[in-house]
């Protein structure tokens, strides 16, 4: 089973703070690696893609890639209330020929 | 455009009934998904259709079926509920190249007493 591991949480940052999020996956061959955000009572929706080593930047989000060690992390900066949401991690495991694989989630509070 | 469309929003069930779950896509998306969300276990592939036609099971099939009715539409069906299935059912699409980029429909609450 291909894995993919994310700390549940809460993590809780103050207003304005960097929120880390991290994921590590266990199949090597693993190519393209998302970021999925989900609000309560609400459907996920993707936020962030990368496919290379290194950081990609959109806003106040960043994703970096570090294939050598396998893992993924998301970093938000200057945080807000409306952040405050469910952090999905998938990753396309088996070199894309099979569907998306999920972490569990890490739960973010942003706090005023 | 309304992306990926679940009916119905919520439901409940007595243990040993039956239902099917709707799902439509429009946006002639190849790939199509079945999802449950369960509290502390993230989202579970139930069953996936990579395109028109064909169907796979995902980590979760047991007690489920699917039909791949056309390129539009995918359905989930519980032929006799359990509780264990209690859960938010989530339908996706995709465009296929390489089941990447998820859209997810709204979600649906299911409740098996």
């Known amino acids: 089973q291909k894995e993919v591991e994310q700390n549940s949480g809460p993590l809780s940052v103050p207003e304005g703070a960097i929120a880390s999020l991290n994921c590590t996956y266990s199949?090597?061959?693993?190519?393209?690696f998302f970021w999925y955000r989900q609000y309560s009572g609400k459907s996920p929706e993707l936020i962030m893609s990368?496919?290379?080593?290194g950081d990609k930047e959109d806003g106040r989000f960043t994703a970096q890639l570090n294939k050598a060690s396998q893992y993924v992390s998301l970093l938000i900066r200057d945080s807000q209330p409306s952040d405050s949401a469910t952090y999905l991690c998938a990753v396309n495991v088996n070199s894309g020929n099979t569907p998306l694989v999920f972490g569990k989630g890490t739960r973010l509070s942003v706090i005023a | 455009n309304a992306g990926v469309t679940q009916t119905p929003k919520f439901q409940v069930l007595k243990t040993g009934q039956s239902m099917t779950l709707q799902c439509a896509q429009d946006m002639n998306h190849n790939s199509m998904y079945w999802y449950r969300q369960d509290p502390g276990m993230g989202l579970r592939l139930i069953y996936y259709?990579?395109?028109?036609?064909?169907?796979d099971k995902g980590e979760v099939p047991n007690g489920y079926n699917v039909s791949r009715l056309n390129k539009r539409e995918f359905s989930l069906r519980l032929e006799s509920a359990a509780p264990s299935q209690t859960s938010v059912y989530f339908c996706a699409s995709s465009d296929g190249q390489g089941y990447e980029k998820l859209f997810f429909g709204s979600g649906t609450q299911l409740s098996v007493l």
């Open positions: 259709s990579a395109s028109e036609g064909t169907t």
């Open positions: 199949d090597r061959g693993s190519q393209s």
């Open positions: 990368i496919y290379s080593n």
